[in-house]
């Protein structure tokens, strides 16, 4: 049994005591953010940013119906993104790809930061291999529900226990084509340890991916039950990759944040798909090393926005 020192605040939407540095940490929100996952996570030397890396694009330039797509500017992304990151206190790893065209955006991508909560789709994933959602007992559903709308870490740990733990959520992993992500055995204090689990962004939009994708291992219903609840995120959880939507789009998110105790820092993630004019934008974006929860949600949101301009333009 693996034994990390840590505090780990779960979130819940019952109604409870939050403390004061707590309350602290949390962003001037569009509306209340919910009590934060605290916990410590082993040293490791920060990276430095590396240059930004993308893989070889040939030309593209393809029609879907009237539209003419152009090559996305991965050198120009990356200067932006240079410029941006350089400024911040943050390692920061993303990546964006049009599903309906393949286009892709890589930024970092060798980058392996840890999940937080965004672990929660995963397990979810991993449950609907074993059970199609229409088969799963009333209080499992209730859980799900919880633990992708609410991201109550209590019901996470009756779910990890379901799928089988580490091992099988990394198998899971394995079924979806996960290459880097693998499961963390062993309690994390009163919380198993699937929120320190370390991901590539490859990985998250391969996930992503499978949520749309007739493809998929899970059969439609079961994805269209994922991308409900991840659409059905409640107010103060809802931030991330949808600051790039347009409007009439749909979002589906799934965020993560967590603070080192060692460090003091918080790691914050947003994977998710942003649907809308017959494209499916998945999105990931991971960054560890900022000073507060809010700075945090600020450098994935700005990461979001200079790559997406790029990708589309919102209609007037």
């Known amino acids: 049994m693996v034994i990390v020192l840590a505090l780990i605040l779960p979130l819940v939407s019952a109604p409870r005591r939050v403390p004061a540095e707590i309350q602290a940490a949390l962003p001037a929100p569009r509306s209340s953010l919910a009590p934060i996952v605290r916990q410590a996570l082993p040293d490791r030397t920060r990276t430095q940013p590396e240059t930004a890396r993308q893989a070889p694009l040939g030309k593209i330039e393809q029609s879907l119906g009237t539209e003419l797509l152009a090559e996305i500017p991965a050198k120009e992304i990356g200067k932006r993104l240079d410029r941006y990151v350089a400024g911040r206190s943050a390692t920061v790893t993303a990546m964006v790809k049009d599903l309906a065209t393949g286009r892709l955006y890589r930024y970092h991508p060798g980058e392996r930061l840890i999940t937080a909560s965004s672990a929660k789709v995963q397990i979810l994933m991993a449950l609907l291999l074993k059970t199609p959602w229409k088969k799963l007992p009333a209080d499992v559903r209730h859980d799900a529900e919880m633990m992708i709308r609410y991201s109550d870490n209590h019901a996470a740990d009756?779910?990890?226990?379901r799928v089988g733990g580490a091992a099988g959520f990394t198998k899971a992993g394995r079924t979806f084509g996960l290459k880097h992500t693998q499961g963390v055995?062993?309690?994390?204090?009163d919380l198993y340890c699937w929120g320190i689990t370390r991901t590539s962004v490859d990985d998250q939009i391969r996930l992503m991916q499978a949520l749309v994708s007739g493809k998929s291992p899970l059969k439609t219903k079961d994805r269209d039950q994922v991308l409900k609840l991840m659409g059905e995120v409640i107010d103060g959880q809802n931030?991330?990759?949808?600051?790039?939507a347009c409007e009439g789009d749909r979002v589906a998110v799934k965020n993560g944040w967590l603070k080192r105790v060692s460090t003091k820092l918080w790691a914050t993630i947003s994977v998710g798909l942003i649907r809308g004019d017959g494209h499916d934008y998945a999105i990931?974006?991971?960054t560890e090393g900022s000073p507060e929860v809010g700075y945090g949600i600020a450098t994935v949101e700005g990461v979001?926005?200079?790559?997406?301009?790029s990708f589309r333009k919102c209609r007037d």
Not at 185 to 189: A, I, L
Not at 239 to 244: F, H, K, N
Not at 304 to 309: L, P, S
């Open 284 to 286: 990931a974006v991971l």
């Open 304 to 309: 979001t926005k200079r790559i997406m301009q």
């Open 158 to 161: 009756r779910l990890w226990l």
């Open 239 to 244: 931030w991330g990759i949808g600051v790039a």
């Open 185 to 189: 055995p062993g309690d994390c204090v």
